[in-house]
């Protein structure tokens, strides 16, 4: 397939809905873009904030069809006590229907919330609260992960060594604090067995419902949540660090686990790494198939991909660089081994590019940028999203301080010991902070020149 041209339909260099910078921010730093997603019907994009806020964009029924580049506002914006982790809009949302506008969200120390994405007033209280506690404190564990898959009765939350499903449908009423049910990633008494860290990345194969995590400790772990808890629906785990070792890109913690649109593949996508493993599922082995390589993506922000089924085969994998580009490759599983970019989109942002998400038509591809770092020489060594290395460092202490010796032997595997040493690095700067560029785009994909004259040539035959 040949490169489709790419054309800017849409944009915004406001996070937050206001220019004006929070009084609530204690460093006083220009807020920026952390994700974008995509909702089920297509018409609204929710974007997250690191000034602990989630904006939703209902997109204009001209977005394709205005001559001039439209400026995105917020239609509302949520604001959150505390930073978040991760969120997930409703699996089933849709503009004409008012009960589906709600969405999760997972802030530290607090609940699980459930909040109206449209609310009646400013700032409404959460509908419902879901609490992931550990029993022997009361302490809310943090939550790295949130995942609400299709049909929508249920969600899944990644904490420290386990998963949690919790029925939407039964939130906390102060009468069982507990998930429907709760998955140790550890077996324990039983060394080797199992995958230890934060449970960082989650994602659902839509044919038959396997649950793929992944760890900030480099482990992806398959369960079958049909089987109920505990132990027996655990399929398989491994660990990536010696398959990136072997292919020398790097990595430093999964940060997304995704499906291919065929349900075969999973694609890694881990932080500081120059490229994607791609594993085949198929059978009982699990198989390392491809490295998708020449990505700049060595930088501890989160650097999400989306997947499309490809026209010719395969499926198609996009992107966002450090640098502020967005790599595809296309045509990915119909052959093994390294696959190199097959184009990419130079200078797409002005930064480090953390959400690339592509709409269900295929034809609209959105996206947005923003990093912070330090104006000091070693800039480019301390760029990050302000949340990677922040969620790193809580999820080091609440591991050392709640787990104990089950995380111990964690070592040189795990990126929370070199968040730590990064984050001493941090404290003994005493430069300011530099935020980059940050924006959020909409594109539309159109076909390259090659596939018009093609296509005119086959009409004139």
Known sequence: MSQPTLNLVASTTDPDGSSATPKSNPLNKKPFFKSVQWSADGTTLFTSSSTNKICSFVLPSTLLTSPSLLTLSPHSTLSLPEP?????PCPYFSLDNPSTQVLLTACTDHPIHLHHIFPPALQTPPIASFRLIKHETEAYLPVASLLWPTPGTHFIAGTINRIALYDVSRPDAGLSPEPVVTISTIQ???PGIGMRGSVSALAVQSQEG???AGTWTRWIGLYDLNRGGGGSCAIANWSVKSAAEEKEIGGKGVVQTVWSPCGRYLVVNERGSGGLLVYDLRGAEKKLVGVLKGRNGFTNQRLSCDVYEGRDGGFEVWAGEQGGGIVVWDRVGLKEGDLEPS??????HGSGVGSVVMHGSGSVLASCSGSWGFSEEE???SESDGESDEESD???DEES?????????????GSESEAETSSRQRN???SGIVVGETSLKVWSIGPSNLDHHEEEENRDQ
């Not at 978040?84 to 997930?88: L, Q």
């Not at 184009?343 to 797409?348: L, S």
Request: net charge negative.
């Open 394 to 396: 809580e999820e080091s």
């Open 428 to 430: 003994s700067r005493k």
């Open 401 to 413: 301080d709640e787990e104990g010796s089950e995380v111990e032997n964690e070592g040189d595997e």
């Open 210 to 212: 396997i649950l793929a």
């Open 343 to 348: 184009w990419r989109v130079e200078g797409a």
């Open 188 to 190: 324990k008494g039983m």
């Open 379 to 381: 800039e480019e060594e």
């Open 84 to 88: 978040t982790s991760a969120f997930a």
